[in-house]
């Protein structure tokens, strides 16, 4: 168990890059926005509620832990923005993320005087600046700083708004909370850009000597000499922030410059195209450049495989895969060395390839009508069923008569799979494969299964009935039931796209369906089905089974008569009610 468990942490650990760091830097970012803008709102009420306010907020983010983790991702996510700036060799892509990196790099400069007035007046003088302090200074004393405040908390929530779009839209539950996603990255900053200026215009109608006395004394807002201290405090980090920003640059020229001096190499694509660029570039950077058609539904950040290419030839002489390559090309299961991911390889000599994904099946966006569609990893339940001795039906009937007795009995197991919530994906000549989780929970979906599995053995014995007369023995079947984490998708060409799921468990249920042969049953399930379903350890019968393709055993369960596993359910859900 304790080897179990290095190796799990160490698979974690290789899954793990700089955008993952940045994403979790950025949410933390954009979870103090939405608790500032939320606290802004409260100026829609009274002073009072927005002071009420500001104290509960500072409780949670001045709470030292809370603190530390904040700023190390402030400082964090700044770096790696820089970082981007250099390492983005190609701004080709969708005009989305070059806005999100430019917005990204402004945010700093806007806000370091709001910051260090703030923060590190408080730390360095002992300054009580809150917001009565902070409105008099916008509303009263510098007007023109509105208009920037407004800018930057725009810019900061787009910026944080759009990093999470990529990031979500990639993600099966998505499509169901867009909308109400959509209405709230609306209604937060209107609410607080609103509360800002309602909360603004009650410290103007309020400015009185007495309430200046009260709210603006030294103590409170700091001294002239204070305050050309903290300037010039802030000047310096504006001066140090564009000098980064500067560095950034020279250093893209000069890897420019040294990447022609090193020279050029050739990418062939495998069908007549060969383009000829610099050294150091990625192959997908490569495509972009020379306005090659290449999928990338992730843009080209290793968070999916659709970039795929295979190496036409020896594939000796390339890098090594990095730990998010390696990572994410063990995630889709293939340890071929001449398959690599497009956005992650550098070649450093002339190379051959052909991608394993047409742009026209994949666009480079990853977006159609329908988003669902494009390649997402999810739990599914599969459930393979199969027509037993429908060669021998062949030989001894007219071939009308063979198809119409196969159809009647795809279509007696296609209404019992609609019926209990699951979708008939392929026909394969007198057997079928069903999809159950598209839009349900995992327990949910393997207990549809199992229903299904039920309805079928009743659906098949009311058409053994009515074909009695023209049957010399009933017709058979054997179904094969298993859960996991598969790869859904439209697979196919050009017009012949069909939707189904790629992935082991799909390959195992299709080996449990050939074993109720040997076992002598209808069907044969996963104990992890059984499992997650909520039946009972002893419920059915259980048997170690080897799995052609996997090194160690299965626990499966074996069924005798399907039409027991919808009592079964039944009972279970009654028991936990």
Known sequence: MAALSRDQITTSLRGISLRQIRLATGVILFAYLVSHFLNHALGNISLEALESGVQIHMAFWQ??????????????????GIWALYERRQFRWKAIEPLQLALGLSIPMMIIAHVIGIRLGQTLYGHERHYPQILFLYWIWAPWRIPMMFAVMTIAWVHGCIGLYLWLRMRAFFKRPAPFL???AVLIPTLSMLGFYQSGRMVIDSDSTEWRAETQSERQIGTRAEAQTLDRITDYFLFGYFGLIGIALVAR??????????????????????????KGLSVLEASLRNN??????????????TCRIRIIGDCSGLPEPSQREAFVLGRVGTSDPSIRLACQLRPPADLSFFQLFLPHTISADGHDSHP?????????VSLFVDMRGSTQLAEKRLPFD????????????????LESGGMPNQFVGDGMLALFGLSTSRQNACRQALRAAAMIAANVDALNKFLEHDLREPIRFGIGINGGEVIVGDIGYRDHMVFTALGDPVNVAARLQDMT????????ISDEVRATAGLAADAL???????????????????????????????QQSAAA
Do not use: W
């Open 402 to 417: 063979t198809v119409f007795i196969v159809n009647r009995f795809l279509g007696a197991v296609s209404q019992a799979v």
């Open 63 to 80: 709470f030292l832990p809370v603190t530390i983790l904040f700023y190390a991702a402030c400082v964090v996510h700044t770096a790696l």
């Open 292 to 305: 090659v058609p290449h999928a990338s539904v992730c843009g080209g950040r290793a968070r999916c495989s």
């Open 541 to 571: 019968p259980h048997h170690d089974v080897e799995i052609r393709g996997r090194n160690e055993t299965m626990i499966v369960r074996t069924v005798e008569d399907a039409r027991i596993l919808s009592a079964l359910v039944d009972e």
């Open 372 to 380: 669902t569609r494009i390649g997402q990893e999810r739990y599914l």
């Open 182 to 184: 959509l209405a709230a």
């Open 253 to 278: 020229g000069v890897r420019a410059v040294n990447e022609r001096r090193r020279g050029m190499i050739n990418l062939s694509y495998g069908n007549g195209r060969t383009v000829r660029v610099p």
């Open 517 to 524: 042969k040997s076992l002598a049953c209808e069907a044969v």
